[in-house]
């Protein structure tokens, strides 16, 4: 992504796009979360897609503070003129460290915290993160689009809506692939939710990226140009009525209406009245149709603005003076996003996989509950399977007071025999030495259930990774999450550096963690001398005796299921190593590993959330009002988007209670939530079960 294939571009180049296309992931990742039951977990994507997610992950996370940024900056410019009610006309925009330059139609005043460039009228910086004047401003310039990166490295944005007629000339290839970009850019830049796009005889690679406002039509079809030329028209009509440009009112949602704004991209062989007609609207009109018209692969006469795209990969515009690395995007690129944004699209949950089959590992899932096949129905007979679960009460009961259903139940408070216990215990004795060792600090310990955070205990020495702890920390989280050790070409394939150079960090690691005082042991081992180096007779990095809150929650949430009644401690004790959302404050760049295989980043947003509502359910019905607000809250800031939690909290409010306020949570916070800006999603099935009657806010009832 960002180049053609032929020459590619350095890869902040396309930045803007891979943050989009993250975002856009995302986003559709928690409704995933949103839609699974618990003891389940969400989809992953077939093995194809991982290297796009991977590339998404690296790319897309390191300029996300730049979309931000981007984002914010077009709302301010949006009311910042000299009259705040008439948008300046917007240009181009160029990405500077710490700055977003605009470069706008004619010279203007703007308002601080803009600052004028000296040299040239037409062009204003904003300084990025100035969060004390954030605008809530709708962005008056929707088709505005990343085109490529000066040999400066800096990242310039052109306004389509603005320039008018554009007639992409030169190699055809690139041109394709530079007309594709925009249109994956369109379909997912925060600021262009409200763009329709045709593409026609070109990109139709682009459609699934958001098929309800991207279309794809046969060359010979005239029925998407009659539909921009009536857009426009009406544009025009509407710009006459209140004597404004189309950015004016778009800015204002003048006449109490959104303001439509419309991109057509047009293969350069189509030659057409319908065509000419359009390009008459769009010449006659400027700044007043809402339209913008890209020619691909465009013949001579060229019509409207000339952007020129090499066979050495750059774009020329020659009316802007850019001379760029161009971006663009191939067919088999554009696929493989809409293929991921597609699977993502998926809401039925799975099974939860296993994570490994050795030590306690053998009897849990990832997310740390004991396997199905070793639990049995709640209504077990006693007598012929002597055990227990950790919600003994009849469903019913549980029902009756808990926003739950039957088949959570079964999920999350199975009967686990007693013999199932006894081979858990077993198989964790040092279970609470290591949560004292944790608590104490006295080891090195990662934190991973919430902001990362990685800490050496008493003997390990800190100032060995000073000033690039994230990288280390990453590589310690990796060498964790592997714990029957890794190679040296595992490591290096993960982080893609060379071996050589990666032995001088694993080093350094093991001189950060130190030696575990009551073994004389290195807590990271020479490669052969490791335990997995030694059995395996090869060179194994491995840690020997490096703590993990996520090892310790589903240990802990193992040895509290299979205890019954008594084992809910136990997973309150695993809550609290719970401090927000998994996973969060990830290294720029960095991460992209975790994609492959077991995607435990996931599980254990799904274990939270789990552990939580059991917490929840049993203490609802216990009556302990506090302990179930406070598992409830835990689950709601680890996962913030998730369904089960809220439902949760209304549950618990209306036990303490206020009914009213439980029904507004059900009603505003479940209900009628919007995650994007958009329209409440179609409520999941287990969800709409749980709201249509719950018998814990029936009239006259305080649990």
């Known amino acids: 992504m960002g180049g053609t294939g032929r020459a590619t571009p350095a890869p902040t180049a396309a930045g803007v796009l891979a943050a989009g296309l993250l975002a856009a992931l995302r986003q559709r990742r928690r409704a995933q ?74 010279p203007v005043t703007l308002a601080r915290p803009w600052r004028p460039d000296p040299a040239d009228g037409r062009r204003w910086l904003v300084a990025t993160g100035t969060h004390e004047h954030e605008s809530t401003a709708r962005s008056a310039y929707p088709q505005l689009v990343s085109v490529g990166m000066d040999d400066d490295g800096a990242t310039w944005l052109v306004n389509l809506e603005q320039l008018g007629t ?24 925060p600021w262009a939710r409200q763009v329709q796009l045709d593409c026609i005889g070109i990109a139709p690679e682009a459609v699934p990226l958001d098929p309800a406002r991207i279309r794809h039509h046969r060359l010979e079809d ?46 350069g062989a189509l030659s057409s009245s319908p065509l000419d007609r359009l390009l008459a609207l769009v ?10 018209v890209v020619m691909v692969a465009d013949t001579e006469p060229i019509r409207g603005l000339g952007v020129r795209l090499t066979g050495q990969g750059r774009v020329l515009i020659p009316s802007l003076g850019l001379d760029l690395i161009a ?40 997310a740390g509950a ?21 919600v003994p009460a009849p469903d019913a009961e549980v029902l009756d007071v808990a926003a739950t259903t039957a088949d959570d139940l079964q999920q999350l408070a199975p009967h686990v025999p007693d013999k199932v216990r006894t081979a858990v215990e077993a198989a964790d004795p040092d279970l609470d030495a290591e949560l004292s060792a944790w608590a104490t600090g006295a080891r090195p310990h990662l934190r991973l259930l919430g902001t990362i955070q990685a800490r050496t205990g008493t003997t390990g020495t800190p100032t060995v990774v000073a000033k690039r702890k994230a990288f280390y920390t990453e590589l310690l989280a990796f060498l964790v999450l592997h714990p029957q050790g890794v190679t040296i070409d595992q490591v290096v394939d993960a982080f893609g550096t060379d071996a050589t150079q990666m032995r001088v960090h694993l080093s350094k690691v093991r001189g950060w963690l130190g030696v575990d005082p009551a073994t004389g042991g290195q807590y990271l081992p020479e490669a052969t001398k ?6 395996r007779g090869m060179g194994v990095y491995q840690l020997v005796g490096v703590l993990a809150d996520i090892d310790l929650f589903r240990r802990l949430r193992a040895r509290g299921q299979a205890r019954g009644p008594e084992g809910l401690s136990d997973l309150q004790a695993a809550l609290g190593l719970v401090t927000g959302e998994p996973f969060t404050g990830q290294r720029g760049r960095g991460w992209a590993w975790l994609a492959d295989g077991v995607r435990i980043d996931q599980h254990m947003v799904c274990a939270v959330v789990d552990v939580a509502h059991t917490v929840t359910i049993a203490a609802l019905h216990s009556g302990d009002l506090q302990l179930a607000r406070g598992a409830t809250e835990i689950a709601l800031l680890a996962a913030p988007y998730e369904d089960t939690p809220r439902l949760d909290l209304a549950a618990v409010v209306a036990a303490e209670g206020d009914r009213q306020a439980a029904e507004r949570i059900l009603r505003d916070d479940v209900s009628n939530r919007a995650d994007d800006d958009d329209a409440p999603d179609d409520l999941p099935e287990r969800t709409a079960e749980l709201v249509a009657t719950p018998p814990w806010l029936r009239k006259g009832r305080v649990a």
């Open 370 to 390: 004991i396997r199905d096949e070793l639990v049995l129905p709640r209504d077990t007979d006693h007598d012929s399977e002597p055990g227990a679960t950790v």
């Open 166 to 189: 554009i007639s992409l000339t030169g190699d055809p290839t690139y041109a394709a692939d530079f007309a594709r970009y925009l249109a994956a850019e369109i379909a997912v830049n």
């Open 33 to 106: 979360f949103r839609a699974r039951r618990p003891g389940r977990t969400i989809q992953a994507p077939p093995p194809e897609l991982v290297p796009v997610e991977k590339t998404l992950m690296t790319e897309g996370q390191d300029a996300t503070p730049t979309l931000l940024a981007i984002d914010q900056a077009l709302k301010l410019l949006s009311v910042s003129g000299e009259d705040r009610v008439v948008p300046p006309q917007l240009v181009a925009v160029q990405l500077l460290p710490g700055e977003v330059a605009v470069q706008l139609a004619e």
């Open 327 to 366: 971006n663009g995007l191939t067919p088999a690129e554009a696929k493989g996003c809409a293929l991921l944004l597609a699977h993502a699209d998926l809401l039925g949950d799975v099974e939860m996989p296993s994570d490994g089959d050795d030590g306690w590992r053998e009897y849990v899932d990832a």
């Open 530 to 535: 490791s335990p997995a180096g030694i059995a």
């Open 222 to 267: 005239p029925a998407p140009l009659d539909a921009a030329i009536a857009a426009a028209g009406a544009t025009i009509d509407k710009c006459a009525t209140h004597d404004v440009t189309a950015a004016a009112g778009r800015a204002d949602d003048l006449g109490g209406d959104v303001w439509e704004s419309w991109l057509v991209l047009v293969n």
């Open 283 to 292: 010449e006659d009109h400027p700044a007043r149709n809402g339209t913008a």
